[in-house]
């Protein structure tokens, strides 16, 4: 879901001009999983530009404001959301934890970081969503641990369907600052790709499993 479509162009626009995402439908990336994927996607870029780093910021804390209310604390996912998420917390002036990808192997072998009571509405702070897996994974952790989920927030989606059905199942509603339809008519905007790529690049979105640069 989008909130502001203005903004999220603008948010695609400082994307593409960093690098933090790249287009190659005929040199296409592999993923861990093994799919061929067009597009390469690294939203942590965003933390290095001051400018674009407070965009993001703000433009987080605005959509949580009118989408979800302000919450009692921000709960970034590991390692992607934790330096967003502790920026937005900063900015709504709440406090902050993180979930970690798997339990600490040692110590304590905490799953979440920092101090929350159990019945506080918190929002999970991510940079991408891509099928939904590690997102969700953080949000039953919170679950369990006694929170209130409002929802799940991101800098960019791709849209998979599987990552809808994902999140509807878990009863999660999640918003994203910008999405791959959107970069991609802005990238075609920009000439940074041709009419004949936009073809191709829309067929990887609906089928990512399947998709091949020969498509």
């Not at 400018?51 to 989408?67: A, P």
């Not at 919450?71 to 993180?98: M, N, R, S, W």
């Not at 506080?120 to 997102?135: A, P």
């Not at 990238?187 to 998709?211: C, F, H, M, T």
């Amino acid at each position: 879901m989008i909130i502001d479509i203005d903004n999220a162009s603008k948010i695609a626009e400082f994307l593409l001009q960093i690098k933090a995402v790249k287009l190659q439908p005929t040199h296409p990336f592999v993923w861990s999983s093994g799919w061929k994927s067009p597009i390469y996607c690294d939203n942590r870029k965003t933390l290095s530009y001051p400018n674009i780093r407070t965009f993001v910021r703000q433009s987080y804390t605005q959509i949580i404001l009118e989408k979800f209310g302000k919450p009692d604390v921000i709960a970034g996912v590991a390692t992607g959301g934790i330096a967003q998420g502790a920026l937005v917390a900063q900015e709504l002036g709440i406090p902050f934890i993180y979930v970690r990808s798997s339990t600490k192997g040692h110590g304590l072998q905490n799953m979440i970081e920092g101090d929350y009571e159990k019945d506080h509405n918190v929002v999970v702070v991510e940079d991408l969503i891509s099928t939904g897996g590690s997102s969700l994974k953080a949000v039953e952790s919170l679950r369990e641990a006694g929170l209130n989920v409002k929802g799940v927030i991101a800098i960019f989606n791709y849209g998979f369907e599987q990552a809808e059905k994902a999140f509807s199942t878990a009863k999660c509603p999640f918003v994203t600052l910008s999405n791959y339809d959107i970069l991609i008519d802005k990238a075609l905007d920009q000439g940074a790709i041709s009419k004949n790529d936009v073809e191709s690049l829309r067929k990887w979105k609906s089928s990512p499993e399947n998709w091949s640069p020969e498509q």
